[in-house]
């Protein structure tokens, strides 16, 4: 998701910033570190689910809406 494995391109980097800078401004509880830790989408609603204190099914519901979001 968010993390970086090393030898990516410019663009690639980018936009994994841009990403990881909108999920931090929807979950205010995300660090740097937390942020650049997340691979995938399962870690990402287990954060929301444990910081938040929401029920999984309504963290899972939050990223979900927040990834289609972010698609557009």
């Known amino acids: 998701m968010f ?3 090393g ?12 990403h990881m800078r ?8 995300m660090t740097n570190f937390d942020a650049s830790t997340i691979k995938t ?4 609603v287990s954060l929301v689910k444990d910081r938040s204190g929401a029920t999984r ?12 979001a972010s698609k557009s």
């Open 7 to 18: 030898g990516e391109s410019p663009e690639i980097v980018a936009r994994k910033r841009d």
């Open 41 to 44: 989408h399962g870690q990402l």
């Open 57 to 68: 099914e309504a963290a899972e519901a939050d990223v979900n809406a927040w990834n289609g």
């Open 22 to 29: 909108d999920a931090q401004a929807r979950w205010p509880f």
């Open 3 to 5: 993390g970086f494995s």
